[in-house]
């Protein structure tokens, strides 16, 4: 296992290094002026990649648990487990669509971040502390897709509003 993970994180960071180093396009686009400092922006392009390394991990790694947490936690058989771990992915789609949504109609993405994140954490503790219970363990497994969904569109898209487009 430890081989795959080596590879990929391999991967990453070649392609995080072909894109570090690409010429600033100069297409017909407008110019974006960056609030930040040209020196700050390498440490952003970091954040974001340390964030979405953590966001990607927790969203994976939670819905790939969930199945096995709620046989164990909850004494569920594996198609019901099977059930709520496609619940929360379910959910993860809405969530992202809905948050389009919010958007388009004029809540801000920090906004939306706030409470994804929030709402993501209680979900995952409403998890682990209530997850033998089955309907407790597949509502906090749902809520916490939903919530997951948002975070890192709406993470690219304030930190988009706040740097350069190599950010």
């Known amino acids: ?6 590879a990929v994180a391999a991967a990453a960071g070649l ?12 297409g017909s686009a407008p110019v974006h002026q960056p ?7 390498p440490y952003v392009a970091l954040l974001m990649a340390l964030v979405l390394f953590l966001y990607v ?17 909850a004494d569920a058989n594996l198609l019901t487990g099977a059930l709520v771990t496609s619940g929360y992915w379910a959910a993860l789609f809405l969530g992202r669509v809905a948050s389009g949504m919010a958007v388009a109609r004029g809540v801000s993405p920090g906004r939306v ?8 954490g ?46």
Do not use: D, H
């Open 1 to 6: 296992r430890w081989l795959v993970y080596a």
């Open 15 to 26: 392609a995080f290094a072909a894109l570090w180093t690409a010429p600033e396009s100069s």
């Open 35 to 41: 609030s930040l400092r040209a020196s700050a922006i």
């Open 57 to 73: 991990g927790a969203e994976i790694g939670l819905g790939a648990w969930t199945t096995s947490a709620t046989q164990r936690a």
């Open 113 to 120: 971040l706030v409470l994804s994140i929030i709402g993501a």
């Open 122 to 167: 209680g979900g995952s503790v409403a998890l682990a502390l209530g997850g033998e219970v089955l309907a407790v363990g597949a509502i906090a497994a749902v809520v916490t897709g939903f919530c997951f969904g948002p975070i890192w569109p709406s993470a690219m898209t304030v930190a988009e509003k706040e740097a350069s487009a190599n950010t």
